[in-house]
């Protein structure tokens, strides 16, 4: 079995996306959108409520659960000095309303999300990719450049920082745009093979045993 | 001549520090032998990836990831050992030490469970536990930093007089539960009996028992194959996207205890953050992991 992979430029078109099928690798180039905070998250949907407003508008781009240690100098340069993916499954009731209200067409980080999210992916055109845990030296040779940092009166790793990356990567597609759940498919899978695998267990044990 | 608080202090800072930067040579050795066996394509290049990262790290100096999580040591000191120190308030200094200096920083993840506040400090914090070890002439330190990617898929439940194919499934049921989150391949960690808090101490510390070494016991590695190979064959695969591994190992251990009996389970993630010092009375530190 081959593995494809596609090296592609953010924001991402219609075809791009929907070319895309979990298990290919993906190396992404342009800006991307950060944040590892659960507050972050309660906040974005406050906004899409109209309590606050955006801090940044992510329309058709990609917001990725990651967090970073990033810094403001004195000179008001930004700069990022790690990045690396946090559990995704944490958003798992963020990001129904997220994916729509911010308008994503990608998001991702590790872990994976639920097939509520893999729905609504799959309703607007996104995808989600799985990165890298314990990841951080490969994750940020791809930063470029950090063009900007919202929310930054929050601790480093729950502002949203704004990202120019090249060649991101590798990420792996953990579901796509057409409803498939790399995560959804393995754990069905686990499922199903529970009771051969205890009986498997159970006749080892025997043996063993006898 | 003693062991000494600036011993201490020094051990407290540079483990935390190194269990970021160095993925143990165990955890590698036994990554690169998955790749080897493993037959899903995307599985074996998430593994040569994971190579690929904590080699990068060392040249780097750098942290393999970016969740330092809070720190945990664990204490043994030699019946033997000579001692001029205070361990608490030198395991307190080390680590803020280690807070004020280390490059790059790390970021706030000592979370006060009460408020949700994040800061680098709090109540209790280090995690210490501490022991004794008959004949000894060292104190051995061991800092196990710890988060929540694979923290939170920890599980303990209390049987009474359960068959070895209760706790087995039980075991099994844990790992379906945890599936792709908690940064596969994993060394699952297991401890059976003795009293509950007791209970989830045998698997902590089996988590960070050297991997690939046999259990002595012929039980107990009986076990840990049946298991390694069951929680295998669901087939989460590495960083849980699919493939044929999901653990490195299952690691056992057993304490006698009562009619109830206590099963605790916790994982560590690939990177199997551990490292470890002896150090005796001339000065002589060793470091490892």
Same mark, same amino acid.
């Given at each position: 079995?081959?593995?494809?992979?596609?090296?592609?430029?953010?924001?991402?078109?219609?075809?791009?996306?929907?070319?895309?099928?979990?298990?290919?690798?993906?190396?992404?180039?342009?800006?991307?959108?950060?944040?590892?905070?659960?507050?972050?998250?309660?906040?974005?949907?406050?906004?899409?409520?109209?309590?606050?407003?955006?801090?940044?508008?992510?329309?058709?781009?990609?917001?990725?659960?990651?967090?970073?240690?990033?810094?403001?100098?004195?000179?008001?340069?930004?700069?990022?000095?790690?990045?690396?993916?946090?559990?995704?499954?944490?958003?798992?009731?963020?990001?129904?309303?997220?994916?729509?209200?911010?308008?994503?067409?990608?998001?991702?980080?590790?872990?994976?999300?639920?097939?509520?999210?893999?729905?609504?992916?799959?309703?607007?055109?996104?995808?989600?990719?799985?990165?890298?845990?314990?990841?951080?030296?490969?994750?940020?040779?791809?930063?470029?450049?950090?063009?900007?940092?919202?929310?930054?009166?929050?601790?480093?790793?729950?502002?949203?920082?704004?990202?120019?990356?090249?060649?991101?990567?590798?990420?792996?597609?953990?579901?796509?745009?057409?409803?498939?759940?790399?995560?959804?498919?393995?754990?069905?899978?686990?499922?199903?093979?529970?009771?051969?695998?205890?009986?498997?267990?159970?006749?080892?044990?025997?043996?063993?045993?006898? | 001549?003693?062991?000494?608080?600036?011993?201490? &202090?020094?051990?407290?800072?540079?483990?935390?520090?190194?269990?970021?930067?160095?993925?143990?040579?165990?955890?590698?050795?036994?990554?690169?032998?998955?790749? $080897?066996?493993?037959?899903?394509?995307?599985? @074996? @290049?998430?593994?040569?990836?994971?190579?690929?990262?904590?080699?990068?790290?060392?040249?780097?100096?750098?942290?393999?990831?970016?969740?330092?999580?809070?720190?945990?040591?664990?204490?043994?000191?030699?019946?033997?050992?000579?001692?001029?120190?205070?361990?608490?308030?030198?395991? *307190?200094?080390?680590?803020?030490?280690?807070?004020?200096?280390?490059?790059?920083?790390?970021?706030?993840?000592?979370?006060?469970?009460?408020?949700?506040?994040?800061?680098?400090?709090?109540?209790?914090?280090?995690?210490?536990?501490?022991?004794?070890?008959?004949?000894?002439?060292?104190?051995?330190?061991?800092?196990?930093?710890?988060?929540?990617?694979?923290? *939170?898929?920890?599980?303990?439940?209390?049987?009474?007089?359960?068959?070895?194919?209760?706790?087995?499934?039980? &075991?099994?049921?844990?790992?379906?539960?945890?599936?792709? $989150?908690?940064?596969?391949?994993?060394?699952?960690?297991?401890? &059976?009996?003795?009293?509950?808090?007791?209970?989830?101490?045998?698997?902590?510390?089996?988590?960070? *028992?050297? &991997?690939? $070494?046999?259990?002595?016991?012929?039980?107990?590695?009986?076990?840990?194959?049946?298991?390694?190979?069951?929680?295998?064959?669901?087939?989460?695969?590495?960083?849980?996207?699919?493939?044929?591994?999901?653990?490195?190992? /299952?690691? /056992?251990?057993?304490?006698?205890?009562?009619?109830?009996?206590? /099963?605790?389970?916790?994982?560590?993630?690939?990177?199997? @953050?551990?490292? @470890?010092?002896?150090?005796?009375?001339?000065? *002589?530190?060793?470091?490892?992991?």
């Amino acid at each position: 079995m081959s593995v494809t992979e596609h090296d592609l430029k953010l924001p991402l078109t219609d075809e791009s996306v929907r070319d895309l099928k979990v298990g290919d690798f993906v190396y992404l180039t342009g800006e991307i959108f950060t944040t590892a905070g659960l507050p972050t998250h309660d906040r974005l949907l406050k906004c899409l409520d109209g309590e606050e407003d955006l801090p940044f508008d992510m329309t058709g781009g990609a917001l990725f659960h990651l967090g970073s240690l990033n810094e403001e100098a004195e000179d008001g340069s930004l700069s990022i000095i790690y990045i690396n993916p946090t559990t995704s499954t944490r958003f798992n009731g963020h990001m129904p309303r997220l994916i729509p209200g911010l308008g994503l067409r990608v998001t991702g980080g590790k872990g994976g999300l639920d097939a509520a999210c893999a729905r609504t992916m799959a309703e607007n055109g996104c995808v989600y990719l799985s990165f890298l845990g314990g990841g951080a030296p490969i994750l940020t040779a791809g930063i470029r450049k950090v063009t900007g940092i919202g929310w930054p009166e929050m601790i480093s790793h729950y502002r949203i920082a704004r990202i120019e990356v090249e060649r991101l990567g590798p990420l792996t597609v953990g579901i796509d745009a057409h409803g498939n759940s790399i995560y959804d498919q393995t754990s069905d899978l686990a499922h199903d093979k529970r009771a051969e695998i205890l009986a498997e267990m159970n006749s080892a044990r025997e043996g063993t045993q006898a | 001549m003693p062991i000494t608080d600036d011993m201490i &202090i020094e051990a407290t800072k540079e483990l935390y520090s190194r269990a970021l930067r160095k993925v143990p040579e165990d955890a590698k050795t036994a990554i690169a032998a998955a790749m $080897q066996t493993e037959t899903n394509e995307t599985a @074996r @290049r998430t593994l040569e990836l994971q190579l690929k990262s904590a080699e990068l790290a060392e040249k780097k100096d750098t942290f393999v990831c970016s969740d330092s999580g809070f720190p945990t040591y664990f204490v043994k000191v030699g019946s033997k050992a000579e001692l001029d120190c205070d361990f608490k308030a030198s395991i *307190r200094k080390g680590y803020e030490v280690l807070v004020d200096t280390i490059q790059p920083p790390l970021l706030k993840h000592v979370t006060n469970p009460i408020t949700l506040e994040r800061g680098y400090h709090g109540k209790d914090m280090p995690i210490v536990s501490y022991d004794f070890e008959s004949g000894a002439d060292y104190v051995e330190i061991l800092c196990s930093p710890k988060a929540l990617g694979s923290g *939170r898929w920890a599980a303990l439940e209390l049987f009474t007089f359960p068959s070895l194919e209760t706790i087995e499934t039980y &075991i099994l049921d844990v790992a379906i539960k945890a599936g792709a $989150q908690h940064c596969p391949p994993v060394i699952m960690g297991v401890g &059976i009996g003795g009293s509950f808090d007791h209970c989830a101490g045998l698997a902590k510390k089996q988590t960070l *028992r050297p &991997i690939g $070494q046999k259990n002595p016991d012929p039980t107990l590695a009986a076990m840990e194959e049946r298991l390694t190979k069951a929680v295998n064959g669901l087939g989460f695969g590495p960083m849980g996207t699919g493939g044929d591994t999901t653990v490195l190992g /299952v690691h /056992v251990d057993f304490s006698s205890g009562h009619g109830f009996t206590p /099963v605790a389970v916790c994982f560590n993630c690939w990177i199997n @953050r551990r490292a @470890r010092v002896r150090m005796w009375g001339d000065g *002589r530190m060793e470091w490892s992991e």
